[in-house]
């Protein structure tokens, strides 16, 4: 019978491991030390890429988040498997999880070879974009679309987590920039009242939550959006100051980045399943 370890290991990215023919690991949280994507290979086959943005191989004042909790999208690597963490940045990668010391000729449970075959297709992961304004001075009341997701044919994201929004090239403060949601051309959220501002204030979504952008992430947990083919959702960044705001060195534009993490689903043709 199989007996169960703890798993906490450092392994380096963009380097090829082999487990031993009695030895799987259940990857139930992990992290890395780059601010990029990463990609779990299991014998050349890729699972779903997380970002080091909201998966930081350690808790800091920098990034608050710590280690991704990958809940019931886990990553399994088979024994006698050979696996790699690949990103196009070099750093290193923490697992945390269990350790699985097989008897001879024995496998692991089925919900565990299921899960591997699942992990290319189902698993938490994010989309990120960036929009601009037309030059070094951006008026008032002028939007900037920051990121649109469509998903394609087969494929379904589920908005349940945070989101992050940063600001190149400028200095913003707060009731300076609204940021606002639309599902398939439609704003989510309506203020009548006179004087009340566009939006969520941007500086509600720290990217990342630290000591000087804020710890508390904004997150749509409690109001998440399902999209399937067909579906559109932007997110919308609105000079809401009454005046001009200016680029920081007076010349390129201000660029505004937003990073969406999501459940990632796509309908697997059916020799995959």
Do not use: C
């Not at 380097?15 to 779990?40: C, H, N, P, W």
């Not at 945390?96 to 070879?113: A, F, K, Q, R």
């Amino acid at each position: 019978m199989a007996r169960v370890w703890y798993l906490d290991r450092t392994l380096a990215l963009n380097t090829e491991y082999t487990l031993d023919d009695r030895i799987a690991f259940v990857i139930k949280r992990i992290g890395t030390d780059v601010s990029d994507a990463v990609q779990l290979y299991v014998d050349n086959i890729p699972a779903v890429a997380f970002h080091g943005d909201f998966a930081p191989i350690d808790y800091t004042d920098n990034n608050m988040l710590g280690l991704l909790d990958l809940g019931d999208y886990y990553f399994v690597i088979p024994n006698d498997s050979k696996f790699k963490f690949s990103s196009s940045s070099s750093g290193n990668v923490r697992i945390v999880g269990e350790l699985w010391m097989l008897d001879p000729n024995e496998n692991l449970p089925s919900e565990y070879l299921q899960r591997v075959k699942e992990q290319n297709y189902k698993g938490i992961s994010y989309k990120t974009g960036s929009g601009s304004t037309d030059g070094a001075s951006w008026s008032a009341d002028d939007e900037v679309t920051v990121l649109t997701i469509e998903p394609s044919v087969l494929e379904k994201y589920v908005l349940d987590d945070i989101v992050m929004i940063k600001f190149s090239n400028a200095s913003i403060s707060r009731g300076q920039v609204g940021i606002h949601f639309k599902i398939d051309d439609n704003l989510i959220e309506f203020i009548t009242s006179q004087g009340a501002k566009f939006g969520i204030d941007a500086l509600s979504f720290p990217y990342p939550p630290s000591q000087t952008n804020g710890w508390y992430p904004f997150t749509l947990k409690n109001t998440p959006f399902t999209l399937t083919y067909g579906h559109k959702f932007e997110i919308i960044a609105k000079n809401v100051s009454g005046s001009a705001i200016d680029s920081s060195d007076g010349s390129n534009p201000i660029t505004i980045t937003a990073m969406v993490k999501m459940k990632y689903e796509k309908t697997p043709y059916s020799g995959m399943r």
